[in-house]
Nanobody
Framework: QVRLVESGGGLVQPGGSLRLSCAAS????????MGWYRQAPGKQRELVAL???????NYVDSVKGRFTISRDNAKNTVYLQMNSLKPEDTAAYYC????????????????WGQGTQVTVSS
């Protein structure tokens, strides 16, 4: 079984920064991609940033230039560095991993973290 543990959320003033972390543990053969999603009350969940096993990254337009996704393969950890935070960034942020659990089983599975709240307010 796989577990994703998120940390780093909190309350920050507009213009401030936060770094979210998500560590994957358990039966993991390889991670194909990890990403960060967010969901604000009354809004659809959206993909914020994604990083693939090849290092490709994608960002939602609203965070381009402000957020940076990165990974540490040795730790099975993905980070989201969030700079120049805006009130519109306020949401619950969820880590997602698309991964293989064993060498034999070539299927990929998706796992979700519990979510971490980011609140940007004065």
């Amino acid at each position: 079984q796989v577990r994703l543990v998120e940390s780093g959320g909190g309350l920050v003033q507009p213009g401030g920064s936060l770094r979210l972390s998500c560590a994957a543990s358990g039966t993991i053969f390889s991670i194909n991609a990890m990403g960060w999603y967010r969901q604000a009350p009354g809004k659809q969940r959206e993909l914020v940033a994604l990083i693939t096993n090849g290092g490709r990254t994608n960002y939602v337009d609203s965070v381009k230039g402000r957020f940076t996704i990165s990974r540490d393969n040795a730790k099975n950890t993905v980070y989201l560095q969030m700079n120049s935070l805006k009130p519109e960034d306020t949401a619950a942020y969820y880590c997602n991993a698309d991964l293989r659990t064993t060498f034999r089983d070539r299927d990929t599975y998706n796992y979700w973290g519990q979510g971490t709240q980011v609140t940007v307010s004065s």
